[in-house]
């Protein structure tokens, strides 16, 4: 019997990111923060088109990176506000559970700095600085 991979399923899963195409898991990481996104796209960037990707939270900075990789779906049980605003721009499609007003940094206490970065340089110049 074929498993179904949905939102429930990741949810209580220690994956922070699993992608996925044509139902077949392609890659998946344990790691935090953006790293694991950062790896999958330079290594599987042609693979992401049209993949549907999970990640545990999806902020601007991680969206903007999905969009880049041309991602045609999202799940995931929690999103920032830019973050969904962001993949709804780019007509990425998203299954969430919770929307909350930004993503914090590590230790809780402040905004992480992926997601201040993301937000104050272009596009272009963020891709470019995360993915070298």
């Not at 506000?81 to 721009?89: D, F, M, N």
Request: aromatic share 8%; charged share 30%.
């Amino acid at each position: 019997m074929k498993r179904v991979y949905n939102l429930d399923y990741f949810s209580r899963t220690s994956w922070s990111l699993v992608l996925l195409q044509k139902n077949k898991i392609i890659y998946k990481s344990k790691l935090p923060g953006l790293k694991p996104l950062i790896l999958c796209i330079k290594k599987y960037s042609r693979g992401m088109h049209g993949a549907t990707v999970y990640d545990k939270i999806i902020g601007r900075a991680a969206a903007t990176l999905l969009v880049h990789a041309k991602v045609k779906e999202v799940w995931t049980p929690t999103i920032s506000r830019e973050g969904k605003r962001y993949l709804a721009k780019n007509g990425v499609k998203l299954t969430y559970k919770k929307v909350i007003a930004g993503v914090k940094n590590r230790e809780g206490d402040g905004p992480c700095p992926m997601e201040k970065m993301s937000l104050r340089m272009t596009e272009k110049d963020f891709v470019e600085k995360m993915l070298g």
